[in-house]
């Protein structure tokens, strides 16, 4: 029922910043656990972010601790859409970018806890 779509990866040096945005279909979109993950070629997909909204006035926003004070999650929910913006970035970030959904406030850090997932970009970073 959740389609994501996510766009805004690219070829970035080192240092550079690149802004992410996840799409995402439904009427519900305000009450989902919205979550950033990653994938490099031979890794396992690993938890970025995630957003979630436990009061109306503040988001609840989660980070993994290698990109902590570099990178931001927001959303928008008038527009059904996430952002993961992207600053500082290293040749260690590059992977492909995953957006996740699932409904209701959750930990959002594991992937098994999300129902929808979109195809992913690919965020490459030079040095």
């Known amino acids: 029922q959740v389609q994501l779509v996510e766009s805004g990866g690219g070829l970035v040096q080192a240092g550079g910043s690149l802004r992410l945005s996840c799409a995402a279909s439904?009427?519900?979109?305000?009450?989902?656990?919205m979550g950033w993950f990653r994938q490099a070629p031979g890794k396992e997909r690993e938890f970025v972010g995630c957003?979630?909204?436990?009061?109306?006035?503040?988001?609840?926003?989660y980070y993994a601790d290698s990109v902590k004070g570099r990178f931001t999650i927001s959303r928008d929910n008038a527009k059904n859409t996430v952002y993961l913006q992207m600053n500082s970035l290293k040749p260690e970030d590059t992977a492909v970018y995953y957006c996740?959904?699932?409904?209701?406030?959750?930990?959002?850090?594991?992937?098994?806890?999300?129902?929808?997932w979109g195809q992913g970009t690919q965020v490459t970073v030079s040095s």
């Open positions: 996740a959904a699932v409904s209701g406030v959750r930990q959002g850090r594991v992937r098994e806890e999300y129902d929808y």
């Open positions: 439904g009427r519900t979109f305000s009450t989902y656990t």
């Open positions: 957003i979630s909204w436990k009061y109306t006035w503040s988001s609840n926003i």
